[in-house]
Each structure stands twice: as structure tokens, then as C-alpha cells.
């Protein structure tokens, strides 16, 4: 089989390791399904829905399947942690439809690669898998641009045991690569693509735009049908390597995941009231984001103004960076007094969360 096509191997679970090194050769991150700082449990309902951090749920149609973050657990020999789907309903995938497991890579960790050029190279892509379902699977690297596309297969022969897969894919010669700090490379697993997103495996197609591979079996199609997934890695060369943590160590990892996510809970903080109707408050971040980000507020914050208690539901950014964030919080109960300082009180449940996700 030549470099120009598909090489898949397969094999039964022998044991992997979460080696503490080397950085920076696994191109995904969090590859061993470590990191979820936005819950365990995830039952997407709209497209683009991030789950376990940095693996995003793409869907037509909400409340098909969900995702958890399962830990502790002995299932793949050496991984502690894997990311687990599982089919709500029989869906029948028509030909628009697309079901996936997503990770957008930026082009500052893949410049190397040279994708674009006459001296792009391969790069092998391994990870574990299993599944309560049988057959040939499938998925696609593509760029974020969508006029490159390379649909792979891959094969799970026995129901409900780890299986290790390795697929060679051959460097994209042509294709737009963003080449800013925005998404260049879009790794996708298919859970059920309908015949308008999918392509023949094995092969750069340039100029249309795939999802998955022709043929491979959905998940989505099966009522409670399971596909599990970890050690997902994807390196320079023709040939898989041990997994290694693209940061080298789990504090590396979950830095990695907060230049895109993260959150805290500002308690014992003390805000300013600018006026009777909001507070501002401002954060210097413990990691430099990809982006200026986003800020939501998840849950409730309690204020106290020195006579006053009242809650907060909801926050938005009044001016954001890369390194530090400053947001106004419109009370949903009770007004504080002009221009008094406020205490958020530690009795909250609220967090608030920060995205400059691709």
C-alpha cells in the first residue's frame, strides 16, 4: 500500500501508558480525556457544543446522543479517563445530516507540517476505541477552510473490547490553512454522516467538503449503541508512537485547555458598584488565552454591600485581553448603593466562565 493511501492497523488492547513525555509531539489535546472543567455529563442540543475540554459535538438535530467523561476507570489498560457516547434514539441520518466528535486544531501548533505546500507530511493519527456495535467506522481531517478533506476508515471487529487503531494520512499538498491564531485543522469522528458529507476513504479531496467516509456504520442508528474513545494522538510521521500528553505533564495539559476555557468562582472578591445598577469587577488570568474571551456567568453570585444582600445571574465582559478580564454583573435581586464597594459572599454557587474556544 503506498504513502498516498490508507494505512490502518489494528489491535487488541495489550495496555497503553500516559507517558509524561515528550511535549509538544501529540498534536491533540487532551488526548486521555483528562480535562472536562465544564462537567461530566453532556447531552448536546445545539451544534458546536463543547463537552470533556477541547472536543466539541457537531449535530443537526438536537438530543441524539450524549457524552460523559468517565473516570476511574480500568476499560483501557493504562488510561484512567475516556470520553463515552451513547445513542439516545434510532436516528435515521438522512443525506444532510452530520452526528460528530470534533477537535480544531490551531495552525501555531501544526505550522510544521507544512500542509499547503509541496513539502506538507504525513502524519499518523492513533487512539483507542470501542464500541457495542461492529464494522467500519469512519471519520476525516479536513481544513478549517473546508476545501480539503480526507476521509479514513477504520475497523472495531469485536463488540465491547478496546481496540488500538493507527491510520497514516499523507500531507495535504493544496487546500486553505488558516495560518492566524483561528483553526487550521479539524480532526472529526463520525457518529452518523449522511451520503452529502461523506467520500471515499483514502484520499485528499480538494475543493468539496466531507465529515466522514462512505459506508461506515452510525452510531446515532442504534438506540443506546455505545462508541468510547481515548489516547487519542496525532503526530508527524508515518508511524504511531506511544501516547504522550501534548504538554508532557497533566498540569501542562489542563493549561493548554485554559488557553481556549476557563473558570473560577470569585468568592470573598470585592466589586466596585458604578452605579445603582452594576458591579465591575476585573481578573488577571493564570493563563494567556488564545483570544480575548467571552464571559458568562454560570449559576448565582451573592453581593453584600455592607446593608444589602442580593444575588447576580448574569455578567458581561466590559473589556477583555488575552491576560485579563474586567465584567459588569447586573443584580437580578436587591440595588446596591452608588459607588459602595460590594463583597461577593462565598454562599454562591455561581462561575464564571471564560471562552475563546475556535
Request: proline content about 4%; glycine content about 10%.
Amino acid at each position: 500500500m503506498s504513502r498516498a493511501q490508507l494505512t490502518s492497523t489494528v489491535e487488541q488492547n495489550t495496555g497503553g501508558a500516559v507517558a509524561p513525555a515528550p511535549a509538544g509531539k501529540n498534536r491533540i489535546i487532551n488526548g486521555a480525556m483528562e480535562i472536562s472543567q465544564r462537567g461530566t455529563s453532556f447531552t448536546p442540543t445545539t451544534d458546536s457544543t463543547y463537552t470533556l475540554d477541547r472536543w466539541i459535538a457537531r449535530l443537526t438535530a438536537a438530543s441524539k446522543y450524549s457524552v460523559q467523561q468517565v473516570s476511574n476507570s480500568s476499560t483501557f489498560v493504562g488510561f484512567q479517563n475516556y470520553l463515552a457516547v451513547t445513542s439516545l434514539a434510532a436516528t435515521t441520518v438522512n443525506s444532510t445530516d452530520f452526528y460528530t466528535i470534533n477537535q480544531y486544531i490551531e495552525w501555531q501548533g501544526w505550522s510544521d507540517a507544512a500542509w499547503g505546500t509541496s513539502s506538507a507530511k504525513p502524519v499518523t493519527l492513533s487512539f483507542w476505541v470501542q464500541s457495542s456495535l461492529t464494522g467500519t467506522f469512519g471519520g476525516s481531517i479536513w481544513s478549517y477552510g473546508s476545501d480539503a478533506n480526507y476521509p479514513f476508515t477504520y475497523s472495531i471487529p469485536v463488540a465491547n473490547t478496546p481496540t488500538k487503531i493507527s491510520i497514516t494520512i499523507p500531507g495535504a499538498t493544496a487546500g486553505t490553512w488558516n495560518i492566524t491564531n483561528g483553526g487550521s485543522v479539524v480532526v472529526n469522528f463520525g457518529l452518523g454522516v449522511g451520503s452529502s458529507f461523506t467520500g471515499p476513504a483514502g484520499a485528499w479531496v480538494y475543493g468539496s467538503y466531507t465529515r466522514g467516509a462512505n459506508g461506515a456504520v452510525n452510531v446515532v442508528s442504534t438506540n443506546g449503541a455505545t462508541w468510547y474513545i481515548t489516547g487519542v494522538q496525532l503526530e508527524l510521521g508515518s508511524s504511531s508512537t506511544p501516547f504522550a500528553r501534548a504538554a508532557g505533564t497533566f498540569q501542562g495539559e489542563l493549561a493548554l485547555c485554559q488557553r481556549y476555557y476557563q473558570e473560577f468562582e470569585p468568592t470573598a472578591r470585592g466589586i466596585f458598584s458604578t452605579t445603582s445598577q452594576s458591579n465591575r469587577d476585573g481578573y488577571g488570568l493564570p493563563v494567556t488565552m488564545r483570544a480575548a474571551p467571552s464571559a458568562t456567568l454560570n449559576g448565582t453570585l451573592t453581593w453584600y454591600d455592607g446593608t444589602t444582600v442580593g444575588t447576580m445571574t448574569s455578567i458581561s465582559a466590559y473589556y477583555s485581553n488575552t491576560t485579563y478580564v474586567e465584567f459588569d454583573a447586573v443584580p437580578a435581586t436587591g440595588t446596591p448603593v452608588a459607588f459602595r464597594p460590594c463583597l461577593i459572599l462565598l454562599a454562591n454557587t455561581g462561575k464564571i466562565r471564560l471562552s475563546s474556544e475556535l
